[in-house]
C-alpha cells in the first residue's frame, strides 16, 4: 500500500469523514477501488530443488503468542453503525490504512455447484454500495460457471494485522454490459490487455503461449488512442448480501462474532438476544 | 510469528533440510503446528461512532502499484517436488519464514449444504502428512454439521506477501477420538478451557455469559494436576486433497497457475499440456 501511504501524507486518502453529514457516501463503488491491482508480492526466497523436510517438535511445540488480555474485544457497543454495510466500511477504512495489509480489498469468494461440491478462491473487491459487493472476472472462470448455475456465495474479509475477519453471505448476479465496459476501460492498459490475452481456466502448454499473445496484443494496442475492446467474456458480478459477520479474533479463543442478518418471514426474534438495526437488518451475538 | 523468528535465532525453526535424504518427513501433522495461536491481532484505531465516509475518487483512481516484469515468474521448472504435498510445504515453509505473514497456516475453508449453499471461514491448518490436512474445530460448528452431511471442501493458503495463494479441493474425515484427545491436550490450558467455554455459532445475550462461564472454567481446572476433559463435540478433521492449485501472482495479471490432479477413471492425457508428477498425481498449467 505504497501509493495509499503516499497519498495518505498528501491528505488524499480516499475515505473523508462528513461528520456535519449522515448519508454514507458509497462513490467507492464506481472506482475506488480500481485502482487496486492484483499484488504485488514481495521478494521470494530461490528456488531450492528437491529439498525435504524435517521439523524439530520440541521447538515448536513452544511456539506461542503472549496473549493480549481483554483490550480487544468488540462488543456490540463498538459498532461504528448498526447498519452492516457502514460498519464494514469502518472496519475496511481501517484495514486499508494498516501497512502489512497490502490489499484490504482481497476476498476468499467461495462459490459452489449446485450438488455442493464448493470452491475458493481470491479475488479483489472493486466496489460497493448500499446493494451490494462489485467483483469483476472472466464468465468463463470456474467461479463465473458456478454462480451462473447457482448463485449463492460467500465471501470472506481476513484481515490478519487486526485479527479481524468479516463474512458475507448472499447471492451474486451479473452485472450491465454497460458498466462493465466503464469499470473495464478505467483500468490500465496492460490489466486491459492482460483480459484479452487469458482464456481463464483452460490449460495450456506453457508460459510462452501466454507471454506470446501478450506481447502481440500489446503491439496490436500500443498506440494511446487504439482502445482495447472488453472482451464478452469479461465482466462484473455484484454479490447480494444477506448476512454479514464481523469476527473480532481474541487471543484466548473467546472470540467475538456479531451477525447482521435479514428476518426469515414471520419470525419471531427473541429481544434478548436478538435487536433491530438499520435499514431493515437485524444483528446478534455467536458464541465464538 | 515473533516466537518463530526467535526459534529461529536460536536455529530451531521448525524445518530443517535433509539433503542427505529424500524422504519427507511430515511429524509437522502431530504438532508441528498445534504451536500456533488464534492471531494476536495489531493495535486497532480508536471506535469512532456514528461516521459517515465520502471518498476522492480521482485520488485513489490513481492508486496503483509498480509492476514487477517477470521476475516472480513460477514455472514448471520452478516446482520443488512433483508431488503437491512436498510443493505445499517448500511454499508454507517460505511463508512462515516471512515476518509479515503472522499465520502462514491460516486458510480459508468453504463447506456448502448438500443444495449448494457455500460457506467461507478461516481456520487454522494444525497438521498435514502424506494423506491430508488436519484442523480442529467444535462439531456443533456450522463447518462441521456441513461437513458431516456433504464432505466436500475447498481449502485456500493466500500468503499476500509472497503473491502467492495454494488451493485444495478434497473430502473432509472426522480423525478418531484419540487423536482428537490427544492434540486437545497439547493446546495451553486456557485454549482447552475456551473450548469447554464455547458451544459454537449458538446466539447469546452478552460477552458477558463467555466471560463469566471462563471465570468458573479457569477455577475449576485451575490446580495443574486438574486435567480438562476434551468436549464430546470438540475434534480434528482431516481433509484429504483430490487437487492442488499453486497460484503465483503477476503484476501484469499473467498469473501463473498450476494444478496437480489425480486422472478421472479410463482418462486420457494429453501430453502436450498434462505430465505425470509423483505418486500418482499429474500437473499442468492453466490460464490465469
Redesign the interface.
Known sequence: M???RF?SR?G????????T????????R?????????????S??P???????????G??????????GTT??F?VG?L??KDPF?QF??WF??AS??D????AN?M???????????????VLMKGIDETGIYFYTNFQSQKAKELEE?P?????F?W??????V?V?GVAERISEEESTKYFH?R?K??QI??C???????????KV??DR?EELTKKYSSDDTPVPKPDYWGGFKVIPSRFEFW?????????RIVFRKLQPNEEI?S???AEGSNGWFY?????
Chains 1, 2 share one sequence.
Open positions: 505504497a501509493a495509499q497519498l498528501l488524499l486518502f480516499p475515505f473523508r469523514f462528513h461528520n453529514c449522515n448519508k454514507l457516501h458509497l462513490q467507492l464506481t472506482c475506488s477501488l480500481a485502482g487496486f491491482s492484483s499484488g504485488a508480492g514481495a521470494q526466497g528456488h531450492q530443488s528437491n529439498r525435504s523436510y524435517d521439523f524439530d517438535s521447538a515448536i511445540s513452544e511456539m506461542r503468542k503472549a496473549y493480549k480487544e474485544i462488543d463498538d461504528v453503525s457502514k466500511l469502518a477504512e481501517e490504512q494498516v502489512s495489509i497490502r490489499e482481497a476468499s469468494l467461495a462459490t459452489s455447484t449446485k450438488d455442493g461440491i464448493p470452491s475458493v478462491r481470491m447457482n449463492n456465495c460467500s465471501i470472506m481476513y490478519e494485522a487486526l485479527n479481524r475477519s463474512r453471505n478505467s490500465p496492460a490489466s492482460g483480459a490475452v487469458s482464456l481463464q481456466s483452460q490449460v495450456i502448454s506453457s508460459r501466454l507471454d501478450n473480532q479474533g481474541q487471543t484466548n479463543r473467546l472470540h467475538d427473541n434478548e438476544t436478538t446478534e451475538r455467536l458464541m465464538p
